[in-house]
C-alpha cells in the first residue's frame, strides 16, 4: 500500500511540474512591419479588446512572454499592410505558440490554438463554399442562363453546403465544450441557431465555455430572440426619429393595431432589395390597419435620411445610428437583416422574419 501511495504522489508531481506555467509566443512578421509594434490583446465581456502587451517586431520576428490563469481569446494586432489585413486571432494560455503573419496568417503550437486552427479552417470552407456559388449564380445571370431549372440547382447547392458546414461546426462546438474555443465557434452560428439549441448547448458546457465572454454573448442573445418570438410581448425600443425627436416603440405598438417592426440599414444590399415588397404591403394593408416601424442599423443620419428617400419609405423610423451596435441588436438578437416582427394589436409578437413574397400572405392572414 505505501508503495503505491508513493507512485501515486510522484506521478501527481511529476504532472503538476510539467504542465506549462507561462506561455511564450514566438512569432515571425514580414519585411513590412519590420520595426513596428504588434499589440497583444485579449477581449473583456463587453467583446472588446484591450492591450496586454506589446512588443517590436525585430528581424522578422517577434515575442510575447505571460503567464495566464485561464486560458483567453485575443488578438495580435498590427498596422494594415496589405488590402484585407486584419489583426490574428490566438488563444492566450501557457505553453509554446508559434505565430506566423502573412497574408494567411496562423497560430500553432500549443492544444486550443491547435483547435482555433482547425475551427477557422471549417468556417473558411463554409465561407469558400458560399462564394464559390454566388459566383455560379453571377456567370449564370451573365450568360442569361440563369432559369427555373438553375434556380433550384442554386438552392439545393446553398442548403447542401449549410448543413453540412453546420453540422461539422455543431460537432466541433460539442467537442470543445469545455473551452473558450468552443464558445467563440458558437457565438458565430448565432443567426443560425434557434435558442433552445443555443440554450441547450450552454447547459452542457463547462465555467470556462459558458462564462467566457463568448458564452456570456451567447446566452444573452439566446435570451434576447425569445424576446422577438411569437407569444412573447413586444420590447420597448426608444431612440431618435430622422428629426431627432425621441420616440420609442410603444408610440405604435399594443394600440390596437398590427405593427411591422422593420430591421434595415441604407447600407444593406437584401434590406434595398425586400424594401418594395414592404412598400407595397404597406400600401395594401395600411389602410386595413397596420402600421410599420422602420428601426435603421446605419450609422450616417444622411445615408439613412437618403435610403428613406430613395425607398419610397413613408413609414415611421428610428434609429440610434450606432451601426451594429445598435440597442436593437441587444434587444431582440438581431445578427442579420433584414428583420422583421409583427406585433398584434394587444402588443403580443404574432410572427417573427416575414418577408418578400412571403409579407404579403402572413399579413392578408391578419388584415380581413
Not at 4 to 13: K, R
Not at 77 to 87: C, E, I, L, T, W
Not at 199 to 226: C, Q, Y
Amino acid at each position: 500500500m505505501r508503495n503505491l501511495f508513493t507512485f501515486m504522489l510522484g506521478a501527481a508531481m511529476l504532472a503538476s511540474c510539467s504542465a506549462p506555467k507561462t506561455y511564450h509566443i514566438a512569432g515571425k512578421a514580414p519585411q513590412e512591419l519590420e520595426g513596428d509594434t504588434i499589440f497583444l490583446q485579449v477581449i473583456n465581456d463587453k467583446l472588446e479588446y484591450a492591450n496586454i502587451d506589446s512588443t517590436v517586431v525585430t528581424n522578422g520576428t517577434f515575442s510575447f512572454n505571460g503567464q495566464q490563469e485561464q486560458p483567453a481569446y485575443g488578438v495580435l494586432k498590427f498596422r494594415p499592410y496589405f488590402s484585407g489585413s486584419r489583426p490574428v486571432p490566438v488563444v492566450i494560455e501557457n505553453g509554446d505558440i508559434r505565430a506566423v503573419i502573412d497574408q494567411t496568417s496562423s497560430v500553432t503550437g500549443s492544444p486550443l490554438n491547435d483547435s482555433l486552427t482547425a475551427f477557422v479552417g471549417i468556417d473558411n470552407a463554409k465561407k469558400k463554399g458560399f462564394s464559390d456559388l454566388r459566383a455560379l449564380y453571377q456567370e449564370l445571370k451573365t450568360k442569361d442562363q440563369y432559369n427555373a431549372d438553375a434556380e433550384a440547382m442554386i438552392d439545393q447547392k446553398y442548403d447542401s453546403i449549410g448543413a453540412y458546414y453546420d453540422t461539422q461546426i455543431r460537432n466541433f462546438i460539442q467537442n470543445n465544450n469545455s473551452n473558450v474555443v468552443g464558445a467563440y465557434a458558437l457565438s458565430r452560428q448565432l443567426s443560425s441557431m434557434d435558442p433552445q439549441t443555443i440554450e441547450e448547448i450552454l447547459s452542457v458546457s463547462t465555467d470556462a465555455f459558458s462564462a467566457s465572454p463568448f458564452g456570456k454573448r451567447s446566452a444573452a442573445h439566446a435570451a434576447a430572440v425569445r424576446r422577438s418570438m411569437p407569444g412573447a410581448t413586444f420590447t420597448e425600443i426608444t431612440m431618435p426619429d430622422m428629426d431627432g425627436n425621441t420616440v420609442s416603440l410603444s408610440d405604435y405598438a399594443g394600440k390596437g393595431k398590427y405593427v411591422l417592426v422593420d430591421f434595415w440599414a441604407s447600407w444593406c444590399g437584401p434590406c434595398r432589395r425586400d424594401m418594395p415588397s414592404v412598400v407595397e404591403a404597406y400600401s395594401k394593408y395600411a389602410s386595413k390597419g397596420l402600421e410599420i416601424v422602420g428601426v435603421s442599423f446605419d450609422s450616417s443620419a444622411d445615408a439613412w435620411k437618403k435610403g428613406v428617400s430613395d425607398l419610397n419609405i413613408t413609414w415611421p423610423q428610428m434609429s440610434d445610428l450606432k451601426g451594429w451596435q445598435s440597442a436593437a441588436s441587444d434587444i431582440y438578437g438581431i445578427r442579420s437583416i433584414p428583420s422583421t416582427i409583427l406585433i398584434g394589436p394587444d402588443g403580443v409578437i404574432v410572427e417573427r422574419n416575414i418577408k418578400g413574397e412571403e409579407l404579403d400572405a402572413v399579413l392578408a392572414k391578419y388584415m380581413k
